[in-house]
């Protein structure tokens, strides 16, 4: 027999006993359970106690994330039992329920959890990204006019008379700056390309003003002190301002929600992050 005929007879002995490993029934390995059966790839297993062989899977799995303290309430509410545990991260601004976590005498999963991860309001991060920057006249002005919902003291009305007074001293000329006994800021200013120039004349304007915002969706709002801070130059008046511990507001914030969770639930919020 030639090397190419034993070589057929070979290849078609092997198709024989594919096709008839392939045609056997499955091997039962853990009666009505778990089943090894033969494919093109080799053996296979089975275990019919699986997740993907039931109508329901055998336990809750999965993170689940919330952006605010209600939400976090009503899923705490309705999937924690005695074991659940809360983890509060004042670093991450985080707060995390292992929502199967450990037994005091028996391990369990720990793969469904609850995680509360606060997001900044619009308007915090606007006042933070603006804390220190020097704007010129019109950029300020427009500045205070956007943001009029959140001047508590002056009045919205009284910034805004501010910020239009800004706005119409633009072809003037700013020569220096006095703080006034009333705690305001007086600047002297003269008058160039106008039928009234050479004229003198001077913007009042509050040196410390109080603004309220909201740090994260869902929270409280806190009050917050801004200095006024300026600089007269080349370029003509620049002014900004710069917000008194927003670090320590941020802060409080989060403690605060942490502190509504707590009184809420019937475990510990303990503080770091879960394994």
């Known amino acids: 027999m030639t090397y190419t005929e034993r070589a057929s007879t070979n290849g078609e002995a092997q198709t024989i006993v594919d096709t008839a490993l392939r045609s056997a029934p499955p091997a039962e390995l853990t009666p009505g359970k778990v089943y090894a059966f033969h494919t093109p790839k080799g053996v296979e297993q089975i275990d019919l106690t699986g997740d993907g062989y039931k109508d329901q899977p055998s336990q809750k799995r999965g ?3 919330v952006r605010d ?4 309430l009503a899923y705490w509410e309705k999937h924690h039992d005695n074991a659940s ?7 991450r601004l985080t707060v995390t329920a292992v929502l199967d976590a450990h037994t005091a005498d028996r391990a369990r999963w720990a793969g469904h959890r609850l995680h509360l991860a606060l997001r900044e309001t619009t308007a915090w991060k606007q006042w933070l990204h603006s804390d220190g920057q020097l704007l010129d006249q019109e950029a300020f002005a427009e500045f205070l006019e956007d943001h009029l919902p959140e001047l508590l003291e002056p009045s919205a009305a009284d910034m805004l008379e501010i910020a239009q007074s800004f706005q119409a001293a633009q072809k003037v000329d700013f020569q220096s700056a006095t703080r006034l006994t009333s705690g305001q800021r007086q600047f002297q200013y003269v008058e160039t390309q106008t039928t009234k ?4 004349g001077q913007l009042t304007v509050p040196e410390t003003f109080v603004i309220g915002l909201v740090p994260f969706e869902g929270s409280e709002g806190y009050r917050l002190t801004a200095r006024l801070r300026y600089r007269i130059g080349q370029n003509g008046l620049r002014l900004g301002y710069k917000l008194e511990r927003p ?6 914030a989060f403690a605060d929600v942490v502190k509504a969770i707590g009184e809420q639930i019937d475990t510990a919020v303990m503080n770091g992050t879960p394994a």
């Open 197 to 200: 120039a050479g004229q003198k």
């Open 247 to 252: 670090d320590e507001i941020r802060r409080t």
């Open 69 to 72: 303290g209600e939400s976090f």
């Open 63 to 65: 993170t689940t994330t």
């Open 85 to 91: 545990e809360v983890y509060a991260d004042s670093d």
